[in-house]
């Protein structure tokens, strides 16, 4: 057994196309975190000019209709004196702990000016949120920047009770850790998934090759199969290794971060503009979540492609197979859909590894039932289910690993 | 040759990748079907929403004054405003169901647009609007649409609307889908080299037995496209005459029917070209997945780094995305580059020629060798 496990594992790594993967992988991590990372231009961020420039034309505003007389003015002249009044003091705030220094009192006025800016700007119709949120045909923008503004009104509250160093990096995450929670939610699971897949591809059909050194392993094909699931398994968490690489690179640039920085996630979808609509959790927990998911989704992935190696024995099959499984998603997909359908019962809705756990996704469907600890049941039920198909084939008499 | 070729088409007949491509085609067909009603597409009071959005985020970064004709307001931001009020019309005549209203409306926006390209300050709003191109070729489609003033809009799910709505994406997928397919076109018969060593054939007349055997295939998930589609005739047929905006160095018309059938011909050459290229990689690497990271990876270079096709426009790779060439994107790069299919199909060919005869002298000599 350790004989035939070692050697999966030799072939395994010295596959010409493993090797590459490897490689690719390090070598768009290294171009990302030395190209990419460092011109990371966030929408949120801390702007004084800007907070200056809108300052400043408020305040100019309320000065000139101080001095008239308003008899008979246009109704939303009153509403705007009345916003601007309310919401200038906030803005100065932030102006002033900037020029002190003040990140806390800065972090603080933020979170409350978020708070406010959200409650009178979301479909109002005379408001708009940050003008870069609005690009030309995009449908959600007004959704989109809603969402953020509640994230980021929560995030600023907890730094302003943090018992840690605050910099602006931190405000704009910017910090190594950081970057790789932006990225989970972004395209990372599936780039990440997507390498497991072309790892773990050939793991059977490449027996085909050398037959005749095989015959020296007394072992049962099942047992084979599930060494080969295992080997694949590690190859799967070697992939973690550029990812490493790349936070260490940009860790060095612009700070690691660690793991006590607040995540906000999603927590309701019913009751808008209410208290609550978001929690935090802590940066570890949120990578802890992650990482069992996509642990899971490499162990789908693998049972699913030994699988259908034991059954269609064609390596193109295999790859469509995955295909499938991993952008399932797209084909139904779209903005609160959750509302209609029970999106949470499809294993492929929860591939968006990142925005499961931070629970975005279940903004954008408009659910509240996409859950990790229901996606890991789920993933789990599936992977036994394609497990014990794999068995009831490999334990038949007439089963033949390679042909 | 004959027998060649028809042991050739004996060995891919039980090939299961061939069944199992066009199993994919056919879930790829029916997928964008679903996909269409899943995300609304073709849906204009949706899509015109949008528009109205950015015309209302457009008018925000402005102060507000007086927009009449003779108010105090910029030249950019009446005209902004007059936009605002016309989508605002257009979404109207769309609820009502008012196709030559709607045209005419649409017509008013791209002129309203066309002009507010040259006033002063336009990049301030620019993010929000479509590109220069874009507009010149809706002003032209409306303009016909208005002046032929018998045609409605188009359902997307009657047959011909879906097909041109296919078409006009299948350009980013086809390169992808042929290269997976022939990613392996000769590595599988370095597996039973025994079979082809039994009878006395040049390498060159194999490989082009083995070319037309793919080639047929090729056509095979083409027809499977049409067919897939059949259950739409349920909904309607369309107009298959209906224009289609196209840029070919300068805006053009063409009707559905022709759009389809150039991108069946452009779909062909690409095919021919990914072809002989899978061969050459799959005999220097002899490893189906490098000559698939290949592929993938130069496909995607021009994608990822917009400025290579500045730097090198005539790089056959640019042109494998033809909806993309065809819809005018390379004008829209920060720094414009004039490419058009015609060239396109200019350099594929000629690159084709290149390939064939690199095969041709560089490869004929050698064995079929086991791997």
Redesign the interface.
Known sequence: MWGYFKFEWVQFFTN??NV?IYC?LLFAVIFYSLRVAPAYDPIEKVDVDEIEARYLTRATFLQDMAMKDLTGSHPSVFMAIDIFNYINPYDQKRLDALDRGDLSAYAEATSEWYDITNSFTYQN?S??YN?SY??????Y??DNAFYAYFENAKRYEMFAKADYDLSIALFEQRTALQTLERLLNGPLPVILIGCAL?LA??IVTKD??NPTILRGFPIADWKKLFVKGFVALLGGIVLFIPILIGIVIIGLQSGFGHFGIPVPYYTANVNWMQEGLLDVMSLGMFFTQCFLLLMMWFIVIITVVLLSSVV??????N??IGM?IIFGE?????RG?GFFWSVENYPTSYIQVGQIVSKIRNYYYMSDQLTVEFGITLLFTSTVIVVILMMVIALNSRFKMVK | MIRAFKIGLMIELTN??NM??IL?VM?IVF?CM??IK???IGDGV??K???F??A??AL??FQVVDASENGDGSDLYKNLNQQKSAVALQIATLKFEQPPLYFETSLRIADLREKAFDLEEYEKVA????SRIKNTMNQLYYTFLVEDGSRGIQEPLHYFPFLLYFFSLIGAWWYVFIS??TS?ILLDDF?HSSLIKGFPIRFDQYIFTKCITAFLYILSFIVVIFICALPLLRNGQGDARYPVAIYNGEPALYTTLQYIGIGIFYMLLISIFVMLFSIILNVLLK????TL?VHVILFSLPTMFPALIQFIPYNPFHFMNFNQVLRGVPLELTVPVDITMNVGVLVISISIGIMLFIIKTFFSTGKITR?
């Open positions: 010409k196309k590459a690719l119709g408001f708009f003008p609005y690009t030309y045909g995009s449908q923008a007004e072309l591809i050939d085909r090759r269609f024995r064609n390596e193109l099959v790859l469509a499938l797209n084909f139904y997909f779209s859909v | 299961r990748k199992f491509s994919i879930c997928g679903f996909y899943s995300q609304a949706v899509e929403r949008a528009d959005y950015s209302q985020a925000s970064k993010d929000l609007y479509p997976f397919y392996s597996e490893n189906m997945y490098l990271f791997t």
